[in-house]
């Protein structure tokens, strides 16, 4: 069998070797809970608790805004402290519940279901978008709605997206080795939503262990399989996690179910499967604490809302000057100015490099040297775009395919003269965007 | 708390791979024709070579230096130029035209166009081709020691016969770096192996190139005639060094194999019907004139884009 990849694409160091042996480790937050109400993309969620209300572990305490939106549960029990915007991870302010911790941990009972045998399809739909599940790989896009397509008879293939691509992060490697039962229940729960789908479990060849372990787990289940891909950086971007397993090339136009696939990350999976069968909404994901400037890198469970500073405590703080706290990977991380922000559903990670490529590599004049254009696995001429970006020549960039890019940073990790080329892309991106908007 | 942190946008983190490490490659890569040069022509040639390095970097350094720009001499690019404009020069070249040259390719055709990246035609050929025009008695003339001068693509054209090994070796007359085939190939070895070049513009140049000869070359499928024009003249220096200039030669993959193709066609038609039985340099400037427009036609479709019937963009 040929092996599963794609054209493009970059081998940055991995740096997983720091956490990747560290068993997940549960947290207990110390200080007050910070829980945005825009955790995903669409509507934001309304709270529906006030100010001084006690709440606890697993409540509910916003509803969901619309179709497209999540709801949000605490994940301590405490009092309602206040109701006000707060930074988040990405830079922005959002209106967020900030939950005081009393320590107690005392649970709020599950979500209603029914067993799982009993259940219809809007049954699991229903809890799924009831539970708050969005897409934890980092889009945050509500799960609920990506599995419900218009034709969910045309769905053949459900992608867990298990590649991990992104350096220094193991929260989904540590999940396939320690819950590898949750990840292929999580996925019997979707693909009793899609009748005539096969279901893949997609995982690079630098985790054989997890390869070996799921294989095993997976043995046995006639519509479920493991695909091993090819390791390399943008593997787990879904366009092409799905060609590499498909051969199908979806452009900027189409959503995977176009295509007849779904595409879930590990953590939405195990975390379906504990909505849907064990009826636990979701208050907690795993979170690697990473990087070279962290004294003892790990895998936490991190309950939501976690202060970021605190969780960097947990895993023994700074052990050198750190440069940059990256949230996320640090090829498509948000570098944070400040460590006052809470984890939310789409934190995988959080990386602290005692070094800044970024800062400390001055930018040269482009020499045309095409590495932009092997690096990019979305067949651009980045060189030339991020020309048209500097003039602003919003025309030229379309032709030149510019809104296909999927900001992977490839060609801005490959560039010899260190130009940001995926920043300015993305920069123009925003402004087309925001053009046809309009 | 000490040092604020860094704030940017990802990615975070970059390559080890910068533009002066690539330059330096090149200059490495160059190293065995350079070398054999000064063996073959003597101290001469190594004093030409050093000349011409010196006056391109001064040259960059001074220019840069009045214009208040930042010096960029540490990123290697004015040695190559240098280095290959040298390499491109016969052995009887004098140590003024050396630096007439030198300043021509930086000054003129480097830096008043905005420097480095935004050369249109190779600097070191441009200022080959100056010199070529304005001393062309000089430049022509590749006399030395016991050889009469006659370059073996000029005994073939007066229907001579040429040793096509010691063609190979490079113990022919020719400028200073083009005579030794095996010289450069090291060199060229080295730069796919380092990952500085691909195979795609040298290999469709020299591929077609030999097509067009064997139609029109008017020798047909002789063996050592067809050797003899890929060894002769500055074939092999400019298929490996200057045709692959990244600055000069079209970025999308299709443009480079169409540019491979532009100048086998090229050299082609100025080795068999030119006046001179040279044709490298000026087939290569000329292609770097076409890059552009090259580019425009050559755009590639998108990951999962389909070209739509009739869709013109």
């Known amino acids: 069998m040929a092996t599963l990849t794609f054209k493009g694409g970059v081998h940055p160091y991995d740096g997983k070797d720091l956490s990747k042996d560290k068993s997940i480790v549960p947290y207990m937050p110390k200080g007050d809970l910070i829980y945005p109400l825009s955790q995903h993309i669409g509507a934001p969620a309304s709270p529906t608790v006030a100010k001084g209300d006690r709440v606890l572990v697993g409540q509910k305490i916003a509803e969901a805004g619309g179709f497209v939106s999540s709801p949000v549960y605490a994940s301590v029990s405490g009092t309602v402290k206040a109701i006000e915007p707060h930074f988040v991870s990405t830079g922005a302010k959002v209106n967020s519940i900030v939950v005081e911790n009393d320590g107690l941990y005392e649970e709020a009972p599950g979500l209603s279901i029914k067993p799982f045998d009993q259940m219809t399809k809007e049954d699991i739909l229903g809890v799924i978008r009831e539970s708050g599940v969005v897409g934890m790989g980092g889009a945050g896009f509500p799960t609920h709605v990506k599995l419900s397509p218009k034709e969910p008879d045309k769905i053949d293939y459900v992608l867990v997206n298990c590649a991990e691509c992104e350096p220094y992060l193991t929260s989904d490697y540590r999940i396939m080795l320690e819950r590898p039962e949750k990840v292929v229940g999580g996925l019997k729960v979707v693909l009793e939503l899609f009748g005539s789908a096969q279901g893949c479990i997609c995982i690079e060849d630098n985790k054989p262990e997890a390869i070996k372990i799921l294989q095993k787990e997976c043995e046995g289940e006639s519509r479920i399989q493991v695909k091993v891909l090819k390791t390399k950086y943008p593997q787990g971007a879904e366009r092409m996690l799905i060609h590499a397993v498909t051969g199908r090339d979806l452009n900027s136009g189409m959503l995977p179910a176009d295509l007849g696939c779904v595409v879930d990350n590990c953590d939405t999976i195990t975390s379906i499967y504990d909505a849907v069968i064990l009826g636990k909404p979701l208050t907690s994901r795993i979170v690697t604490i990473s990087g070279d400037a962290i004294a003892n890198p790990g895998n936490f469970e991190c309950r939501m809302g976690t202060n970021v500073a605190e969780l960097i405590e947990a895993a023994g703080g700074f052990k050198t000057q750190e440069k940059k706290v990256i949230s996320g990977g640090p090829m498509m991380g948000f570098a944070m100015f400040d460590l006052e922000v809470p984890t939310t559903k789409t934190t995988s990670a959080i990386t602290c490099l005692a070094n800044d490529a970024v800062s400390e590599s001055p930018t040269t004049a482009c020499i045309n040297c095409g590495r932009c254009v092997t690096a990019c696995d979305e067949g651009l001429i980045p060189a030339r775009l991020s020309q048209f970006a500097e003039k602003f020549d919003l025309e030229s960039f379309q032709k030149w395919h510019g809104m296909e890019c999927v900001e992977c940073g490839c060609c801005s990790y490959a560039c010899p003269a260190k130009r940001p080329l995926a920043q300015m892309i993305k920069n123009v991106r925003r402004m087309v965007m925001a053009n046809r908007k309009k | ?313």
């Open chain 2, 1 to 313: 708390m000490g040092d604020l942190r860094k704030v940017s946008s990802s990615p975070h983190i970059r390559d080890k791979v910068t533009s002066a490490n690539i330059m330096r490659d090149v200059v490495i890569a160059l190293l065995p024709a350079s070398l054999f040069g000064v063996y073959h022509f003597g101290m001469k040639a190594l004093l030409l070579i050093l000349i011409t390095i010196a006056t391109c970097v001064a040259t960059e350094y001074i220019y840069e230096k009045l214009m208040h720009k930042p010096i960029t001499v540490g990123d290697y690019s004015a040695v190559v130029t240098g280095l290959l404009l040298s390499l491109n020069l016969p052995v009887g070249a004098t140590w003024w035209m050396a630096v007439l040259g030198g300043i021509f390719a930086i000054l003129i055709v480097k830096q008043l166009f905005g420097g480095l990246g935004q050369n249109f035609m190779n600097p070191a050929l441009g200022a080959r081709c100056f010199l070529l025009i304005s001393f062309a008695g000089r430049m022509t003339n590749f006399a030395y020691d016991t050889f009469t001068g006659a370059t073996p693509l000029a005994v073939l054209r007066e229907g001579g016969t040429v040793d096509t090994l010691q063609m190979v070796i490079g113990n022919t007359a020719g400028t200073i770096g083009e005579t030794s085939v095996i010289a450069i190939l090291i060199g060229a070895a080295y730069m796919l192996y380092r990952g500085v070049i691909n195979i795609r513009i040298p290999g469709t140049y020299l591929v077609t190139f030999l097509v067009f000869i064997l139609l029109f070359g008017g020798h047909g499928l002789d063996g050592s005639y067809l050797l003899a024009q890929l060894a002769g003249g500055g074939l092999m220096l400019g298929a490996w060094f200057m045709a692959t200039d990244y600055v000069t030669s079209p970025i999308t993959t299709t443009g480079q194999i169409v540019y491979g193709v532009v100048l086998g066609v090229l050299t082609g038609i100025f080795r068999c019907f030119g006046a001179s039985a040279e044709g490298v340099s000026y087939a290569i400037i000329f292609s770097n004139l076409l890059v552009p427009l090259i580019e425009k036609y050559t755009v590639p479709m998108a990951f999962g884009l389909v070209k739509e019937k009739g869709d013109k963009k």
